[in-house]
């Protein structure tokens, strides 16, 4: 993944590799002011930063003299048949050259169609038609912005029957197409395994874990669908699950210690409650880290 910073920077050089962090809420900037080094960085979302200044844009400028900032987009649309709103995608430039976040992220989602706005990520049909459109627009996004974007896979509660590729496949394409990275959101993962009756691990095993530029896990509320079957929903409002943290493991395992967001969104708790979700996620990195180290004194040795 390019890293945003040049010789012409305006900010230090902040690698992320490695590290654990965790959604900026204002709520927490006291908090995060009263020390230094608190999490490894913070991840914004560009929509709640599309006005010109104001106190939404001096927090996160101070926040970015001593952190990286990881750029989250959210209703770009990506999945829309109709083209990208081009207003939009030049405010999230905008965003890009200001900050130059460290990762630039989008969701493989549609949330407008004609000139409705959605709340919510909507999920797509993984037809040949949708891949066009999807792989056009990451196009669009690469060239606005200059850079490479990472692209989430969606937390879901239905398949289309009228699909042409299974999720895997359909992000596979579009990676081998668009030349984008992946973000790969474990929790959305379990969600989905779990709503549609599916092996999370067997997900993974077939997931392009070698485009992950960057990991999110979140927390997820349970309720019961119709039949009395346990539906999740995505909700970001609690911490991890175990179960989530189990997949976690397997994945830093298997494709080395990947930035690691943990995201919480709703139901704010107090910033020592997340900073220990986060420094959760970075004590798994440390120990693969260390493993690997050992792995490479093992093969140097012999
Ligand atoms: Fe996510």
């Known amino acids: 993944m390019p890293h ?3 010789g012409n920077s305006r900010f230090s050089a902040f690698p992320v590799s490695g590290r654990s962090g965790a959604s900026l809420k204002h709520t927490h900037l006291n908090a995060i002011f009263s020390e230094r080094d608190q999490v490894g960085f913070f991840e914004v979302h560009a929509e709640n930063y599309m006005g010109a200044g104001g106190p939404p844009h001096a927090a996160l400028s101070r926040v970015r003299r001593d952190y990286p900032v990881l750029l989250h987009g959210v209703c770009m649309s ?25 990762i ?30 999807v792989c056009e627009h990451i196009d669009q996004v ?4 200059g850079r490479r974007l990472l692209l989430e896979n969606p937390s879901t509660y239905l398949v289309f029957a009228e699909s042409d590729y299974d999720e895997t496949g359909f992000i596979r394409e579009i990676v081998d197409r668009t030349g984008c990275g992946l973000l790969l959101d474990v929790n959305n993962v379990f969600v989905s395994a779990t709503n549609q009756g599916f092996s999370a ?13 960057e990991i999110h896990l979140a927390g997820h509320r349970q ?6 079957e346990p539906l999740l929903i995505d909700s970001h409002d609690g911490p991890v699950c175990d179960a989530v943290w189990k997949l ?17 969104d709703g139901d704010i708790p107090d910033w020592p409650i997340l900073k220990a979700e986060a420094d959760a996620a970075q004590a798994v990195l440390d120990r693969h880290a260390a493993t690997g180290a050992r792995k490479i004194h093992h093969a140097a040795a012999e």
Do not use: C, K, M
């Open 201 to 213: 691990l067997d997900y993974l095993a077939d997931f392009p874990l070698e485009h992950v530029g």
């Open 223 to 228: 309720q019961s669908d119709d039949e009395g």
């Open 4 to 6: 945003a910073n040049n």
């Open 248 to 264: 976690y493991d397997i994945v830093i395992g298997r494709a080395g210690t990947i930035p690691t967001l943990v995201e919480w």
């Open 104 to 133: 630039v992220s989008e969701h493989l989602a549609w949330s407008t169609h004609d000139d409705v706005f959605y709340n919510d990520l909507l999920p797509l049909p993984y037809t040949n038609e949708t891949l066009r459109h």
């Open 142 to 145: 690469q060239a606005a912005i």
């Open 78 to 102: 990506i999945g829309a048949p109709q083209p990208l709103d081009e207003a939009h995608l030049a405010r999230f430039r905008s965003l890009v050259e200001r900050y130059e976040p460290a």
